[in-house]
């Protein structure tokens, strides 16, 4: 690709990014840094929440010295994060390594912004597929996964027990509306979730959808209908209430931690506030329509070489990235970063370690990313009037399959 093209490129894809997930600004970076061995490496992260005395920042040092350079480390907000990469590279001053959201790279790597693991000889041959897929786009792939978070159902022990839920008997979506049924019969609610009209109401709603059978290229089948009517019916029967549609993840946990509602709705990052509870808890896997877990949207980062001017600098960015992400480091980071890992092995040691996890682990095991099946950068086109119609069927403006009808149409047409 020409410098011209790829300046295009960039310039136009910025504008699919605002639509996307994230908005920002610009920093200074390792553009004109000397090439080659030694000096110092930018690494680019989405953690501002860790302070320089963090395992994760230790990590970080430890992996430069380990490559024989120092490494400089900003931390940004997530929102921030894919337009300063963006832009970075149009002004040809990229970070050496980036660490995005799994939805920003195919947005990136659309741009030209990223390297390939071939053409930088990062191993990932180790990482779970469904997990690497979201790093993938035209056959190749542009980062390593460092970790994935999803969602799963979180259950008050008490109100089930009360109730004469065993929540080992709640295995597809009728044993899971029965068992909703059972608990508004003893006085209490049934589940919370979020649906607010925004990417968290989608995110929240692709278990639902994929666990029927639908397919994000066709939002009005009959099997995505049956999910949106899933959700309606439980607000027309008291089973939901009428605040998910204004209820991101966070005030839907609030909801749960109440203690009124039997499930929640939510992903591995309130494991801490779990355990700060005034019931008992446990979590299940969504269940899919028929039976078995569904699969969940994955969260989590993906660690990227971006382009540089100075290709001499790609060797040593290598080591860095094979240092964060190889399996011992993993176990620790992901760890700290309430994650599963993306290999395996990591995933056994980390079940092993913590019972807790294991439901997590299933869940990782049967998710899937919201850029597969080679979307890439058409996700956000089809996520906006996905969530517009869960917001429609539920709010009463349209029926299910009305929603969805023109959800499709607005997709196609972007």
Request: aromatic letters at 8%; glycine letters at 10%.
């Amino acid at each position: 690709m020409t410098g011209l093209n790829r300046r295009r490129r960039l310039a136009a894809v910025a504008v699919i990014a605002l639509a996307a997930v994230t908005a920002g600004a610009c920093s200074s970076s390792s553009g004109d840094s000397d090439g080659g061995g030694g000096g110092a490496y930018l690494v680019w992260d989405p953690y501002p929440q860790f302070a320089d005395d963090s395992d994760w920042v230790a990590l970080l040092k430890k992996c430069g010295t380990s490559a024989g350079v120092t490494v400089e480390r900003t931390g940004y907000d997530t929102t921030d994060l894919t337009n300063k990469a963006l832009l970075a590279a149009q002004q040809g001053n990229s970070p050496d390594v980036l660490i995005v959201d799994n939805p920003v790279i195919s947005t990136l790597a659309e741009a030209g912004a990223l390297t390939t693991t071939e053409e930088n000889k990062l191993d990932v041959s180790s990482m779970a597929p469904n997990l690497l897929g979201a790093g993938q786009s035209g056959g190749k792939t542009y980062g390593v996964p460092i970790g994935a978070n999803t969602l799963a159902l979180y259950y008050n022990k008490d109100l089930l027990t009360a109730a004469g839920v065993d929540p080992a008997s709640v295995t597809d979506w009728t044993s899971l509306t029965s068992a909703l049924t059972k608990v508004k019969a003893k006085g209490k609610k049934g589940i919370t979730f979020s649906a607010i009209g925004t990417e968290e109401g989608s995110f929240q709603f692709l278990p639902w959808f994929w666990g029927s059978g639908a397919q994000l290229t066709s939002l009005d089948s009959p099997q995505a209908v049956s999910a949106l009517t899933l959700w309606k019916d439980w607000l027309k029967q008291g089973l939901a209430p009428n605040s998910v549609i204004n209820n991101t993840q966070t005030t839907s946990w609030q909801e749960f931690a109440s203690g009124n509602f039997a499930f929640a709705e939510n992903g591995t990052w309130q494991l801490a506030n779990a355990e700060k509870l005034g019931f008992s808890y446990g979590t299940i896997a969504i269940p899919a329509s028929a039976g078995g877990p569904a699969p969940a949207p994955t969260g989590g980062e993906f660690v990227s070489i971006p382009v540089q001017k100075k290709t001499d600098r790609y060797a040593t960015s290598q080591k860095l990235v094979t240092c964060l992400t190889n399996a011992d480091n993993l176990l620790t980071t992901d760890t700290t970063l309430s994650y599963v890992a993306p290999v395996t092995a990591v995933q056994d040691r980390q079940a092993t370690e913590n019972p807790k996890l294991k439901v997590w682990v299933e869940a990782v095991r049967a998710a899937k990313g919201r850029t597969g099946d080679n979307l890439g950068t058409k996700y956000p086109k089809i996520s906006e009037p996905l969530w517009t119609a869960v917001q429609a069927a539920l709010s009463g403006g349209k029926s299910p399959q009305e929603a969805l009808t023109a959800a499709q149409a607005s997709a196609t047409s972007k």
